[in-house]
């Protein structure tokens, strides 16, 4: 009768199951609008359960307005319910994880290196030193013990003098430009960005629906002598302090350049300073944002100097802004988590990522050597490399050679992850033959091998592609 | 000379001590271009420190190109350097922490009853169990272990039948809403909402730039008879379990209307699913989803029933959306930080938040309980209570009454915080007799003072209109 059968070892409830079982044949049309429901007392002695089970099932049908009960009368089935139910498809998600032979991938810190144990025990400590206030509401802005560790260690570090008030704890780099996009990018202002940058960061923004503005980059970073009409912009992106992905440091002259570009047309400097703690030749550069504290907006993360799970980054934003930002963050995802924020508060008070990051300076710096070296073993002198010593990849120039659209492809399906500096392009074909190597996270055994494999691999690309006629270069 | 003094106490080394002020008097003008700078023996005796450390902050300059080093030739300013610094107000960011009389705010759970002792285990348990990978980026779609939780308690509280594959983890409610407006509202596509709604929800789609097209409310919430054309719509925002902050049940005839309607104007319902765990009359009612999973974007958060500050909520996502969330939330914030999501993993598979929210439905049904008592000791029968008995918050009418838009300026003045319906109509007008009383962070001697304390204020201001010979009920 009525189709239901009982799971009597499922966690479900029994009423939630006939309930269940009911509610599926109504809204299917199998039991139709009007039709009486049995009484409590017939269906549960059918399905062998209290009668009380069966009266809790009906007042959930009832609650949710499936079935009206009047007082005398059967309880019947509402009006209006039928809808055909349609097929859902069970999905596969499962992307066989490729086994990479050489993996250069750029922006990924040696998580081996990082002080896992004394993390946890921060952590552990922060948790249970937490006041139950901050377990509720706490505002967008972020702890404020953080904020005020961290203007300490902008001070110790780069010599950036901030107060706490001004910073801004965000969920990292790409939530702070997210954030930034939706307050500076009004009715189709456009934003000038560097040409290559991050292809994430881009997305970022033309997800956003900003249109962008293409400026070029050399050597020495933006070129400010390109800049286009600034009229209809709000914002610059920049990463003055090492430029991604060329590595270059943007001279002086044309930081003031670009502060009196952005004071005339009345527009924001975003200045990401994604990495610059990791300088191998002399001190970190000290952010642009030093220059006009009122007109850049620096934008700071801890995802590559300690991991990229902890999701914590900040923004030092000018008090104009305040408001805005707080606004939005309240309404975009509201706030960070406290522990995290509490625990990392500590690392910093403790002088440990100062630690950290000293011995994954050296670390890096001589993994750069190493793959330096390799790349003189395997290439000789067809290259040279791009950009200041500093950050966790290398971009090399192999004049001569031109790495197309499909390169990155072609090597994933030969186990190498690698990119080309096209692949961060906006304006193609004028970095076509650099490619970008990430290092920070290989051993230098790693780093030897992976130039060995993609040696090889090149060499036998230029092998077929001549015998198939082909006198290009592009490989 | 130069005007360098140096501290020797500070933690910042000297050479960036000695780089700083060299750069500051270059910046503004003091040293001009084409300066020479002393050589570094000269400035090193005066100083009186070594000449490796002028050397290095020599070469800090150098490499941000503020200075110019030529082999024989004296270091000299840089060309075109120049830019007058702007003075920085210091910024005051106190606020006077209001002393709350009365705090009838909504949407606040109980923290002191969280157990916050087992929620300290866990996470700690939970980051000593964290593989180092999970350090790294893991993808958008967060953690498996906590999806596959989440899934078998939706099927445990609510009988609801959904993959792991199908959720996505989110930094909460708001933070799934504001990603949807992303993914969802294109070229000026409306966005349908219950009127009177959340008004943080309302305006994380206004801030979004959606426009937003008021559907009444009433005490069975959305009256789909009511519904707009929905050509150009993209989405309707309800909240089926019970209304926010009307707290009605929408009725399956409603359910399956707006159902059909979605399916002829080819858009989405977004079921906010806020606080359904709490219903003190019956169980948990089974969410909209349930009956077309094709249709409806479900969105759950754990600030309610664990604690607010926790930032984890989740959407369940048709199919075809699952790309597109995962490239938005890769751009927007990348992901979840691991270590809360692993904790919740570990709450949710021992049954302790189904305990939990046992224990918290006992104490919140007692505490609402105890509101409607004391509304009936200082109100007597002057009042009815509005919607469904469930959530953390009573709507209540005081027919005849009129609470102006001033009206919880002027409370929060005398120290009590609540808010009318009005606060959170779009269209005013319709709801001026109704009050909003969140009880479920209060203690029942809380409720009962801050009851006593309100009927006197209204009492007061009363008396205040009727001697100002305002013959209207408005306060």
Redesign the interface.
């Known amino acids: 009768m009525w189709g239901i059968e009982l799971d009597r070892a499922s ?2 409830p029994l ?2 199951q006939i ?2 079982k009911l ?1 599926e044949r109504i ?1 299917s049309g199998q039991i139709k609008s009007n039709d009486a429901l049995p009484s409590t007392r017939e269906l549960s002695q059918f399905l062998g359960v209290s009668r009380n089970t069966v009266g ?1 099932s009906y ?2 049908l009832i ?4 079935v009206i009960s009047r007082q005398g009368a059967p309880t019947r089935v ?6 055909t ?2 097929y ?4 596969v ?1 499962a992307l066989p994880k490729q086994e990479l032979k050489a993996d250069f991938r750029t922006g ?1 810190p040696d ?2 290196q ?1 002080p ?1 144990f004394l993390w ?1 025990q921060l ?2 400590k922060a ?2 030193e937490l006041p ?7 505002g967008p802005q972020g702890l404020p013990a953080l904020r005020t560790e961290i203007s300490e260690w902008l ?2 570090s780069r ?1 950036v003098t901030v ?1 706490s ?2 910073i801004f704890i ?3 780099a ?2 702070a430009l ?1 954030l930034l996009a ?1 307050l500076l990018c009004e009715n189709g202002k456009k934003v000038l960005m560097e040409d290559p940058c991050h292809s ?1 960061m881009l ?2 923004f033309i ?2 629906g900003c249109p962008v503005v293409p400026v070029p980059v050399d050597s020495q970073g933006m070129q400010t002598q390109g800049l286009p009409d600034g009229k209809d912009a709000c914002a610059v992106y920049v990463t003055p302090s090492h430029q991604f992905p060329l590595g270059g ?9 670009l ?2 570009f952005a004071r005339e047309n009345d527009l924001y400097i975003i200045e990401d300073d994604y990495d610059s703690e990791f300088r191998y030749c ?2 970190p ?2 952010p642009l944002y ?5 007109l850049v907006i620096y934008v700071g993360t801890f995802s590559k100097t300690l ?5 914590i980054g900040y923004v030092i934003l000018p ?1 104009p802004l ?1 408001r805005q930002w707080s ?2 963050r ?11 924020q509490a625990a990392l508060a500590d690392f910093l008070r403790m002088r440990k990522l100062d630690r950290h990051v000293q011995k994954m300076r050296r670390i890096y710096g001589h993994r750069r050597q190493v793959l330096m070296e390799a790349l003189e073993d395997s290439f000789g002198s067809g290259w040279t490399a791009y950009g ?1 010593a500093a950050g966790l990849h290398l971009a090399i120039d192999f004049p001569g050679k031109c790495f197309a659209e499909t390169f990155q492809e072609s090597c994933l399906q030969n186990g190498i992850y690698i990119k080309s500096v096209e692949n961060h392009c906006m304006e193609k074909g004028r970095h076509q033959s650099k490619l970008l190597m990430g290092y920070g996270h290989l051993e230098p055994e790693e780093i030897r091998n992976g130039i060995l494999i993609l040696h090889d691999y090149l060499e036998a690309a230029a092998a077929h592609a001549s015998r198939a006629g082909d006198d290009t270069k592009s490989i």
Chains 1, 2 share one sequence.
């Open positions: 966690e479900q009423k939630r309930y269940q509610k809204m809790e007042d959930m609650a949710e307005g499936f509402a009006d209006g319910l039928s809808i139910k349609t859902t498809a069970p999905f998600n990924r998580l081996r990082f896992q946890r952590l552990h948790s249970e139950l206030a901050l377990y509720g509401y706490t001070l110790r010599g107060s008030d001004d965000t969920a990292g790409t939530h997210h939706d994430g997305q970022t997800l956003k440091i943007l001279p002086a002259s044309r930081r003031a350049a502060i009196r002399g001190e550069i000290a030093t220059m006009d504290p009122q991991f990229p799970a902890l999701r008090k305040h606004v939005l309240t309404h975009t995802d509201v706030q960070n988590p406290p522990f995290e200041d």
